[in-house]
């Protein structure tokens, strides 16, 4: 039966890699900026494949940048591969609450790009984590690449460049540096 601490909507925190170990771990990649945010799990939703299933974590640690997490009820390392690729998510009302003009990558992702001149750039599909600021990824809607794949424009996330992010009306507005679009 799954527990009433999961009603409501859910944010991905995670997305599992590999087993860790051979006695059940799992090595997550973070979605999070908070690496010891892992310490706090006790229970998770791991979505695999589209289905969810309820876990109670037993153990939870950060390990060279990654989380090492252990759920009560994967126990071998062939059991812990068979949630490789899954997402580890948990009630969105338990995020940690971010300082003003922060934002989780799910809040970001999906948003309209618009230019500061108001021209629909696209729709932000991705957020690389880089060095010093994170890139997103804003797929075009205008045409396609010589292999068939969508245009992107590659944005790098500094205030220079974001100018706004409004959530409630679903859009970032950019001021894009010269060449930065073919």
Same mark, same amino acid.
């Given at each position: ?67 090492? &997490?252990? /759920? ?6 062939? !059991? ?5 690729g899954?997402? $580890? %998510?948990?009630? *969105? ?15 970001? &992702?999906? /948003?309209t ?5 108001? !021209?629909?750039?696209g729709?932000?599909?991705?957020? $690389? %984590?880089?060095? *010093? ?35 409630? %009306? ?13």
């Open positions: 039966m799954m527990s009433s601490f999961f009603a409501g909507p859910l944010t991905t925190i995670g997305k599992i890699l590999a087993p860790f170990g051979v006695k059940g771990a799992l090595k997550v990649y973070p979605y999070s900026d908070f690496l010891e945010r892992c310490t706090l799990l006790r229970e998770v939703m791991v979505e695999r494949k589209g289905i969810h299933e309820h876990h109670r974590v037993t153990e939870a640690r950060v390990h060279k940048n990654i989380w090492v &997490i252990k /759920l009560e009820d994967t126990n071998s390392r062939e !059991e812990a591969a068979m949630l490789t899954s997402l $580890i %998510k948990i009630p *969105a009302r338990e995020r940690l609450a971010l300082p003003e003009g922060s934002y989780y990558f799910d809040e970001i &992702i999906g /948003l790009a618009l230019s500061v001149t108001g !021209e629909k750039l729709t932000v599909r991705e957020i $690389i %984590k880089a060095g *010093a600021n994170d890139v997103y990824v804003v797929e075009q809607e205008k045409g396609l690449t010589a292999t068939g794949r969508s245009r992107e424009i590659l944005v790098p996330a500094t205030r220079n460049v974001v100018k706004e992010i409004n959530l409630q %009306k679903g859009y970032m507005l950019l001021d894009l540096p010269p060449g930065l679009i073919d």
